[in-house]
């Protein structure tokens, strides 16, 4: 059984950083793609950016120049450093996993930017 764990979200101000990791206990795979995606209330869920395992990166437009996703292989884990945040980023953060075994998504965490 594979859980996604996630850490690191929180309240900060605007133009703050805060950053983001996911994890998987349970089972040791080797997920293909690895991303974050967000859902902030009354909106539809987004893609926020997103790696492959060959360390390939996306953006979603709000967040190019001010997002990085990085990933470490040898530990099954995602990252999301977050700079310049700004009200309008607020929402719960959700990690995302596709593997050849299926997909998985994280509890989410929520992140809370005050103007």
């Known amino acids: 059984q594979v859980q996604l764990v996630e850490s690191g979200g929180g309240l900060v101000q605007s133009g703050g950083s805060l950053r983001l990791s996911c994890g998987a206990s349970?089972?040791?795979?080797?997920?293909?793609?690895m991303g974050w995606y967000r859902q902030a209330p009354g909106k539809q869920r987004e893609l926020v950016a997103v790696?492959?395992?060959?360390?390939?990166?996306n953006y979603a437009d709000p967040v190019k120049g001010r997002f990085t996703i990085s990933r470490d292989n040898a530990k099954d884990t995602v990252f999301l450093e977050m700079n310049s945040l700004k009200p309008e980023d607020t929402a719960v953060y959700y990690c995302?996993?596709?593997?050849?075994?299926?997909?998985?998504w994280g509890q989410g965490t929520q992140v809370t930017v005050s103007s």
């Open positions: 349970g089972s040791a795979f080797r997920p293909n793609v």
């Open positions: 995302n996993f596709k593997a050849i075994a299926g997909e998985y």
């Open positions: 790696i492959s395992s060959a360390g390939t990166t």
